[in-house]
């Protein structure tokens, strides 16, 4: 996993490296890290569309991660607003293999960005919605503001979740919150399954090598760049060439061949949250077209 950070002293030993400038716009991992392989970027298509503008508006720090403040096309600004980041993320440490946790309380800060990387404010959770590192790698967590309140307070505008899966070649940015930096590649393809020690998750957005993502940018959102909607969670990446081991996922196919490949990093798809947001904002487990895994006494049910 693209490691959680605790504490000062920890954050150094790992990245060698102090915090970077807020809004540094960068694909090369600082050079305490392990030296970035360059491929060439996918092909474009001949038609080109112009890209929307990405900055760190939305975007929050947490303590240990990066995450987002985040909606579904279905979200009141009424409602509860919602933060996203890792399941590896949660407070309560990682959850296990076929671990759901739901409407947990919490009152868990967040700084919240504006466009630029600067400090917006401060938003609060008062509970943990969702999480789990089982299929997927995801947090939410349920904000005691709702998105009126955000927009009026701090005029920042939650980022969408996009309904459809992404697809291969398309230009991303993966924006991290708690480094105030950007990562910005392709996406390469997908992975049927990408197993990092105990946890196995599915159809994966694996990147193009320029995406050196790092220990602190687990839980960013992943921003297609031409829509400016979130199609992934960044949460991952093979670090030393490592076989299906923790901090080295492996990608498994539909017949079982395993695929190791160094250096490069990996997201978590987010469509699938979509359909499981029910009215007020609220997850829903049980909404027709949700698949995320459900807390093992209700899957029984």
């Not at 957005?205 to 839980?219: E, L």
């Not at 829509?227 to 969670?233: Q, S």
């Not at 923790?246 to 160094?262: A, F, H, L, M, S």
């Amino acid at each position: 996993m693209n490691k959680p950070l605790v504490g000062a002293v920890f954050t150094a030993l790992l990245l060698g490296a102090t915090a970077l400038p807020a809004a540094a716009v960068t694909n090369e991992a600082p050079t305490a890290d392990k030296q970035v392989t360059r491929t060439q970027p996918v092909a474009e298509t001949k038609t080109k569309v112009k890209a929307k503008a990405v900055t760190f508006a939305g975007t929050v720090a947490l303590s240990n991660c990066s995450g987002s403040v985040v909606r579904v096309p279905s979200s009141q600004p009424t409602d509860k607003a919602l933060v996203m980041s890792n399941g590896h993320c949660l407070e309560t440490g990682f959850p296990g293999p076929g671990q759901v946790i739901v409407n947990r309380a919490s009152s868990r800060s967040f700084t919240l960005l504006n466009a630029s990387g600067g400090n917006a404010g401060t938003v609060r959770a008062s509970k943990i919605a969702y999480g789990t590192m089982t299929d997927n790698d995801v947090s939410l967590y349920e904000l005691t503001s709702t998105y009126r309140d955000i927009e009026s307070r701090y005029g920042i505008k939650a980022l969408e979740i996009d309904s459809a899966r992404p697809t291969a070649g398309r230009a991303i940015t993966v924006a991290s919150g708690y480094w105030k930096r950007m990562y910005k590649c392709n996406i390469d393809g997908f992975a049927y399954r990408l197993k990092e020690g105990l946890w196995t998750w599915k159809d994966s957005v694996r990147y193009t090598s320029a995406c050196q993502t790092i220990g602190g940018t687990s839980g960013s959102p992943v921003i297609d760049d031409q829509t400016g909607k979130v199609v992934a969670l960044n949460n991952t990446g093979n670090e030393d060439g490592q076989r299906c081991t923790d901090n080295n996922p492996c990608e498994v196919d539909e017949n079982g061949k395993v695929t190791v490949r160094q250096g490069i990093n990996y997201g978590q798809q987010t469509y699938t949250i979509v359909p499981c947001v029910g009215a007020g904002n609220k997850i829903d487990l049980n909404k027709p077209g949700c698949t995320l895994p459900k807390p093992a006494a209700a899957a029984r049910r």
